[in-house]
């Protein structure tokens, strides 16, 4: 998931990298976190533990949607954020770096467990797509990894899921605005 307009000769021109940059990051991490924990802990507390099973649709919680959108637009200078929610509801977050997130961080070494209940990207120049890399990121991943969001406003994301793997429904203020298909190999079409 490449970022198609990278920022990072303006952080540099801007002075917003080293120690600062880092504050900034850790700023946008902590903040989702919190938004996560909120969630869960909501959630927690209005379920018997036998009911803990229903904790699987969190990742799909508008809140925790609006908290990725702001850290990655608000407290980073439109850097892209990558979110994941493991099988176990542990959420681990990393910031654009580089020019583009990895997703191939190794799951047994991030501590991360399969399957992936989501993986949540932000586009910050404000457009919902899978780019080429996105779609190879969910052809991989698709075995082991249920649902996907690509963020790319208030209201407007794509939504993936493995049940049908090679398209991604764009929705702008509520409602399905275009269903973006690829072929097998991965090309758009
Ligand atoms: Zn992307």
């Known amino acids: ?25 850790n700023l946008a991490i902590d903040h989702i ?4 924990v909120n969630i ?6 209005q379920t018997p533990v036998t009911k803990i099973e229903d904790l699987g649709e969190l990742h799909h919680n508008v809140e925790l949607h609006k908290a990725i959108w702001y850290a ?4 980073l200078p439109h850097l892209e954020v990558q979110v994941i929610v493991d099988a176990r ?20 070494r991030a501590g ?3 399957p992936v209940k989501c993986w949540i990207h932000t586009h910050p120049f404000g457009s919902a797509y899978f780019s080429g890399t996105d779609i190879r990121t969910v052809r991989i991943w698709k075995p082991l ?16 899921f493995n049940d049908a793997p090679n398209e991604l429904e764009i929705w ?3 409602e399905v605005v275009r269903t973006q298909t690829w072929g097998t190999l991965g090309e758009e079409e």
Request: net charge negative; no cysteine; proline share 1%.
């Open 172 to 174: 702008n203020d509520g």
């Open 40 to 45: 869960v802990g909501r959630v927690f507390r």
């Open 1 to 25: 998931m490449k970022i198609e307009n990278s920022n990072n000769n303006k952080i540099e021109q801007t002075g917003i990298i080293g120690d600062e940059g880092m504050d900034l990051r």
């Open 145 to 160: 990894m249920k649902t996907a969001y690509v963020l790319g406003g208030e209201d407007h994301f794509g939504f993936w």
């Open 33 to 36: 976190e919190r938004a996560w």
């Open 72 to 75: 990655s637009t608000e407290i």
């Open 112 to 114: 991360m467990k399969t």
């Open 89 to 108: 509801n542990e959420i681990f977050v990393s910031t654009g770096s580089a020019g583009y997130v990895d997703f191939n961080i190794n799951p047994i």
